[in-house]
Nanobody, 123 residues
Framework: QVQLVESGGGLVQAAGSLNLSCSAS????????TGWFRQTPGKEREFVAA????????SYAESVKGRFTISRDNAKNTVYLQMKSLKPEDTAVYYC????????????????WGQGTQVTVSS
């Protein structure tokens, strides 16, 4: 099994930037595709971005394209989400998740989840 821990969340003003990290333990993260999802109270969790184990494949939600960048450093067993031009509507708890195969936005494919990190964007 793989254990995931997110970090890097916090409070930022609109138009600012924030970098999230997802660190893995237990198994080599390069064996897993990794995705970022987010959730706000009262809403369903939504897909943000995903990256294959090798990093060759990436996908993004339309709402974050051009603003967010997903990347990974398999030597550090870590996946990153660089967020720029943040908007108040980006406020959410951000989760990273791992899947044994690349499935992009398909949430049901992700069997391992972190506890989440709060991102708050003030206007």
């Amino acid at each position: 099994q793989v254990q995931l821990v997110e970090s890097g969340g916090g409070l930022v003003q609109a138009a600012g930037s924030l970098n999230l990290s997802c660190s893995a333990s237990g198994r080599t993260l390069s064996s897993y595709a990794t995705g970022w999802f987010r959730q706000t109270p009262g809403k369903e969790r939504e897909f943000v971005a995903a990256i294959s184990g090798s990093g060759a494949l990436k996908s993004y939600a339309e709402s974050v394209k051009g603003r967010f960048t997903i990347s990974r450093d398999n030597a550090k067993n870590t996946v990153y989400l660089q967020m720029k031009s943040l908007k108040p509507e980006d406020t959410a708890v951000y989760y990273c998740a791992a899947s044994s195969y690349y499935s992009g936005s398909r949430e049901s494919a992700y069997g391992y989840w972190g506890q989440g990190t709060q991102v708050t964007v003030s206007s």
